[in-house]
């Protein structure tokens, strides 16, 4: 496995050269800011009265005795589920053509002349973009923590729980990108399949809905087929939310149990796909 952290660390060293990464967490650095300069906290008597965002009440009147992370819950969930959604959006755009790099002609005959095997290629590009991911999430998610003890004295581990999530739901969909990178060579054709699959993902996470717009028949089985393996990626977003308003107990669900599984399941046969796909290139 030593092959596949250097494969990784090589991954980072490239990722924090270029400038898109500075753009992408000067992003993430603006948006805290934002978050400072718009969130008002009203305090009286050291109990949190109300908390409001560009001028909209996220909390009720608390009494003298309410814990201040009641009041807070709907700050943190909804920082959780931004953090969810817009960091896959943007790891997708940032991270598309990383894979093609690495397996660029030349390079990629470079890589195999040493001692450095196909699968060890793949498993190490894929933990180099894990850790991007998981930088990138903590950054924001721990800035934002960190905007709100400033505003209210309170800290809690839920938002940065909730961040695990979303690098979780992240990787599933770089699974499909690295193994689109194996069909063809090009970041746009990553990017969009990373998209494609959000997208269809988020359209198709309640199965019976979509089962419901086909009439009765072969139709309607087929769509439920062709539904079935695509991972939940809309629940895992409510699932992060939820653990960044209430912290880990919001695992112990069936419902989570499932969407976690059959994710893993669909990323984990994608990356198993994609190295199989490189195995059998001649390079």
């Known amino acids: 496995m030593s092959v596949v952290r250097h494969i990784a660390a090589d991954v980072l060293r490239e990722a924090t050269a270029r400038r898109y990464m500075a753009v992408v967490f000067g992003l993430i650095a603006l948006g805290q800011v934002t978050l400072a300069l718009a969130l008002d906290l009203d305090v009286v008597g050291g ?136 069909l063809a060579r090009s970041a746009a054709l990553a990017s969009a399949a990373g998209f494609l699959v959000y997208l269809l993902s988020v359209i198709a996470d309640d199965r019976e809905e979509v089962r419901s717009w086909f009439t009765a028949g072969w139709t309607r089985e087929l769509a439920g087929w062709v539904v079935a393996p695509l991972p939940r990626v809309r629940t895992l977003g409510r699932l992060a939310r939820a653990i960044g308003s209430d912290g880990l107990e919001a695992l112990w669900t069936a419902d989570a149990g499932a969407a976690i599984l059959g994710a893993a399941a669909f990323g984990g046969a994608c990356l198993a796909l994609a190295i199989v796909r490189v195995e059998r290139k001649d390079w």
């Open 47 to 182: 109990a949190i009265v109300t908390s409001r965002f560009f001028g909209n009440a996220l909390g009720g009147t608390a009494t003298a005795g309410a814990a201040a992370s009641d009041q807070l819950r709907p700050v943190f969930a909804a920082l959780t589920g931004a953090t969810y959604h817009l960091g896959l959006i943007f790891g997708v755009l940032a991270t598309a053509d990383i894979a093609v790099k690495s397996l660029s002609p030349g390079r990629v005959e470079l890589l195999l002349s040493l001692p450095v095997r196909r699968w060890e290629l793949m498993l190490g590009t894929f933990t180099g973009v894990g850790l991007i991911a998981l930088g990138g999430m903590l950054f924001a998610v721990t800035g934002f923590c960190a905007v709100l003890f400033w505003k209210a004295g309170f800290a809690t581990y839920a938002p940065v729980a909730g961040a695990l999530m979303s690098v979780f739901g992240f990787l599933v969909v770089y699974a499909v990108m690295l193994l689109a990178t194996t």
